[in-house]
Nanobody
């Protein structure tokens, strides 16, 4: 089991910055990727950014170089630094962990864990 707790959401002005944090606990060693997803009213949940255990990163096209995902492994934390925020960035942001559980020999199955989300509102 992995538990994820997000923080850092709030109200910011267009063009402003915000840093989201996600604290992971539990079976940390099973995690092979961490990511941030968001869900705006009337829309499906979508990928914002992800980072693998090896440090490789991937971003959604709408990020446009404005966001940066990073890890602080010693504290089991993952961050999303968001700059140049736009009103359309308003959404609930969720932390996600992808992991693999070994059941025996070469038998594995994947697990996905979600945080409860933190609300980001970009408005004047």
């Amino acid at each position: 089991q992995v538990q994820l707790v997000e923080s850092g959401g709030g109200l910011v002005q267009p063009g402003g910055s915000l840093r989201l944090s996600c604290s992971a606990s539990g079976n940390i060693d099973s995690i092979n990727a961490l990511g941030w997803y968001r869900q705006a009213p009337g829309k499906q949940r979508e990928l914002v950014a992800k980072i693998t255990s090896g440090g490789d990163t991937n971003y959604a096209d709408f990020v446009g170089g404005r966001f940066t995902i990073s890890r602080e492994d010693a504290k089991n934390m993952v961050y999303l630094q968001m700059n140049s925020l736009k009103p359309e960035d308003t959404a609930a942001y969720y932390c996600r962990a992808d992991g693999v559980v070994r059941t025996g020999n070469d038998n594995y199955y994947g697990m996905v864990y979600w945080g409860k989300g933190t609300l980001v509102t970009v408005s004047s």
